[in-house]
């Protein structure tokens, strides 16, 4: 169990924003027009980075390696990609049911960014018209909308960034202004890709994998009345049954879901009450009690700064 002060010391270490909120730039040099990417700003790559291995910290995993130059090419292409094509305001939107397997249809693909779209983490967004305020629309923001992950039936893009399997991680995000209403409106598009190590395989990991985790978190992280707890367990330990979940002394419904994350299985589910701060939680699978802890919600400063308000087109799709 992680303490309030451990924890909120690695919050502002890793989880607060040090790039900044603003829009432009965070993708110099993208021509989008071209299907040329440009490059995110090591600054905001960091501050994306740095949540991802604050999130997998928390629920005792490894802290991810940066995705090879190969593999960062790729994620920022599918940035573009999906931005380009999933704005709906954009030049080349494409209306499709599955963005993550209809990517022959989008401008700017290559086989590298249909590939992390396929299993990767993918985003867009645009601003409102003349925007008079910097939008928050920054890869970490991602990060954080993602691991709250409302958009995902299965909190599929959750099970990515928490996946133990997955041990390097590559962030991919595009900003520009322009659009068929004379370029007064931003849009961006961010994709994370997921590779496994053979080292993966000798790692020392969890017998749970729990958003929130046991222990402290912060309050900044997981907002509490919109937000799925998950749970991912090895597949062997049900085999037979599927988990049970108790907490504050209520049983509540717990709900299998598909995961792309192999040799595990993965539930979510929601507390009664939303209201309290702290929660005494039992995970017992086939009656048998697998972990019985605490979860505390902290409030850390400096609090993470609040988003705006998003935009109107903000497509968070499901994995």
């Given at each position: 169990?992680?303490?309030?002060?451990?924890?909120?010391?690695?919050?502002?270490?890793?989880?607060?924003?040090?790039?900044?909120?603003?829009?432009?730039?965070?993708?110099?040099?993208?021509?989008?027009?071209?299907?040329?990417?440009?490059?995110?700003?090591?600054?905001?790559?960091?501050?994306?980075?740095?949540?991802?291995?604050?999130?997998?910290?928390?629920?005792?995993?490894?802290?991810?390696?940066?995705?090879?130059?190969?593999?960062?090419?790729?994620?920022?292409?599918?940035?573009?990609?999906?931005?380009?094509?999933?704005?709906?305001?954009?030049?080349?939107?494409?209306?499709?049911?599955?963005?993550?397997?209809?990517?022959?249809?989008?401008?700017?693909?290559?086989?590298?960014?249909?590939?992390?779209?396929?299993?990767?983490?993918?985003?867009?967004?645009?601003?409102?018209?003349?925007?008079?305020?910097?939008?928050?629309?920054?890869?970490?923001?991602?990060?954080?909308?993602?691991?709250?992950?409302?958009?995902?039936?299965?909190?599929?893009?959750?099970?990515?960034?928490?996946?133990?399997?997955?041990?390097?991680?590559?962030?991919?995000?595009?900003?520009?202004?322009?659009?068929s209403d004379?370029?007064?409106?931003?849009?961006?598009?961010?994709?994370?890709?997921?590779?496994?190590?053979?080292?993966?395989?000798?790692?020392?990991?969890?017998?749970?994998?729990?958003w929130p985790?046991?222990?402290?978190?912060?309050?900044?992280?997981?907002?509490?009345?919109?937000?799925?707890?998950?749970?991912?367990?090895?597949?062997?330990?049900?085999?037979?049954?599927?988990?049970?979940?108790?907490?504050?002394?209520?049983?509540?419904?717990?709900?299998?879901?598909?995961?792309?994350?192999?040799?595990?299985?993965?539930?979510?589910?929601?507390?009664?009450?939303?209201?309290?701060?702290?929660?005494?939680?039992?995970?017992?699978?086939?009656?048998?009690?697998?972990?019985?802890?605490?979860?505390?919600?902290?409030?850390?400063?400096?609090?993470?700064?609040?988003?705006?308000?998003?935009?109107?087109?903000?497509?968070n799709n499901?994995?």
């Amino acid at each position: 169990m992680s303490s309030k002060a451990t924890v909120c010391s690695l919050y502002n270490d890793l989880y607060v924003e040090k790039a900044g909120l603003s829009v432009p730039l965070m993708s110099e040099e993208a021509a989008p027009d071209q299907c040329a990417t440009g490059a995110l700003t090591e600054a905001h790559y960091t501050d994306a980075f740095n949540r991802i291995s604050f999130a997998r910290q928390l629920v005792g995993l490894s802290i991810p390696d940066k995705a090879d130059e190969q593999l960062d090419k790729a994620t920022q292409q599918c940035a573009l990609m999906v931005g380009r094509s999933l704005n709906r305001d954009s030049k080349a939107f494409v209306d499709v049911q599955n963005a993550h397997s209809e990517t022959d249809k989008f401008a700017c693909n290559t086989q590298g960014a249909k590939d992390v779209a396929r299993s990767g983490n993918i985003y867009a967004g645009q601003s409102i018209p003349d925007l008079a305020y910097n939008w928050r629309t920054t890869p970490s923001f991602i990060v954080h909308s993602l691991l709250v992950d409302t958009a995902s039936s299965k909190v599929g893009h959750r099970q990515n960034i928490l996946c133990p399997q997955n041990t390097m991680i590559g962030v991919g995000h595009v900003c520009w202004k322009g659009g068929s209403d004379e370029e007064n409106r931003f849009f961006c598009g961010g994709c994370h890709s997921f590779e496994s190590l053979s080292s993966a395989l000798a790692l020392d990991l969890p017998k749970m994998i729990m958003w929130p985790p046991s222990g402290a978190i912060p309050d900044a992280v997981f907002p509490r009345s919109i937000t799925y707890w998950s749970l991912a367990l090895p597949q062997v330990t049900t085999l037979t049954a599927d988990a049970s979940v108790t907490i504050n002394g209520n049983a509540v419904r717990v709900q299998k879901v598909d995961t792309l994350c192999d040799g595990w299985s993965m539930f979510r589910f929601r507390p009664l009450d939303s209201d309290p701060t702290v929660y005494n939680v039992v995970v017992s699978v086939g009656g048998v009690t697998v972990s019985q802890h605490q979860t505390e919600f902290v409030e850390c400063a400096p609090a993470s700064p609040t988003s705006t308000s998003g935009p109107t087109n903000n497509n968070n799709n499901n994995n």
